[in-house]
């Protein structure tokens, strides 16, 4: 009779980890030395900040940040067994787990939840940021870039998918719409 050898397979799970907001990327790196230091890669193997790119125009000009998409939670793949979850909140920024049981056990995340979080954070990484506006109808904006430089008018409508709003810009005395880019108008 052949033996039979139980191969030791240490099944993951996604957890969700609060952390002090504005200080998820401090976290990220500590819980990262600290595991590389305590020779933990075989328990936790990836630490996750959910971020989509935004692209805002500021006095005419493009600039691209990077922003938390979930402000406080550090997402982490991991098998909690023994001392790591005790070791993880003890790192300096983290707040502790979401969804914790009164004794204390981290909640897993459901395989659908992580799958549209990872699915969501692959779609932001692919496309090159989107544009961050705050404009709203009947907001008077001044033209700063192309023939109606100088101009001032009122937004009519907001065109998120196209990246446009129309104006109504005061050309001769007389009312005329104008479909302009989110770069060439400023709020006022």
Do not use: C
Not at 28 to 44: A, F, M, N, P
């Amino acid at each position: 009779m052949a033996e039979v050898t139980k191969t030791d397979t240490v099944t993951k799970k996604w957890y969700v980890v609060r952390a002090i907001s504005g200080q998820e990327k401090k976290v990220k790196q500590y819980i990262e030395v600290e595991i590389s230091r305590l020779k933990l890669g075989d328990h936790v193997s990836q630490v996750l900040i959910p971020t989509e790119k935004i692209i805002q125009i500021r006095n005419g000009k493009k600039t691209t940040k990077e922003r938390s998409f979930y402000p406080g939670y550090v997402l982490i793949e991991a098998n909690l067994s023994g001392e790591i979850p005790h070791i993880i909140k003890n790192i300096t920024g983290v707040i502790g787990f979401l969804g914790e049981t009164k004794r204390g056990e981290p909640v897993p995340m459901r395989l659908s939840e992580v799958n549209r979080i990872l699915g969501k954070v692959d779609e932001l990484t692919e496309s090159e940021g989107t544009v961050s506006t705050n404009y709203t109808v009947g907001e008077s904006v001044k033209v700063i870039n192309g023939p109606f430089n100088g101009f001032n008018g009122i937004i009519e409508e907001v065109m998120e998918d196209k990246k446009k709003i129309k104006v109504t810009v005061k050309i001769f005395g007389r009312k005329t719409p104008v479909e302009l880019n989110f770069g060439e108008v400023e709020k006022e």
